[in-house]
């Protein structure tokens, strides 16, 4: 989340690339999934992590379906894709509420280990650090 409250796109790449990013409306029916926003970058993005505001256009990314408006008791779904589905980054999932608990600098996350998986919320400097080593 940037400093002013806007929501904003966390992409890190550990191996591999990533070509854009989809958020969408989860459902239990996967042919009936609503995008309520697609991002692509302007070139694969590779080792380390990028951001981009989700609301406005921004250097480097084209913004395929503008951030719909997001609605109270809805669960949206985040995850980062290649063109060629070969790789895929770990999805997140959150709600209004997940959203206003964000502070400026955190980023929420699916943290997997050997030991378990959770959604955390940490500085964007740790998870910088260590969500390539997660797992």
Sequence with gaps: ????????GVMLVCGHH????????HSADPDHQVTAGEWTASHPLTEGVTTWPLDA?????TTTIPLRPLA???????YGWTKDN???ATSVDFTLPDR??????????DR????????VTV????FTSKACDDG
């Design 1 to 8: 989340m940037t400093a002013d409250g806007h929501l904003l």
């Design 18 to 25: 990533i070509d854009g990013a989809t958020l969408y409306v």
């Design 57 to 61: 256009p921004s250097a480097g990314w």
């Design 72 to 78: 109270a008791r809805t669960t949206y779904v985040f």
């Design 86 to 88: 070969s790789w895929s």
């Design 100 to 109: 206003a608990a964000l502070r400026p600098g955190t980023v929420r996350y």
């Design 112 to 119: 997997v280990t050997y030991e378990d998986e959770k959604v």
């Design 123 to 126: 500085p964007l400097a740790e």
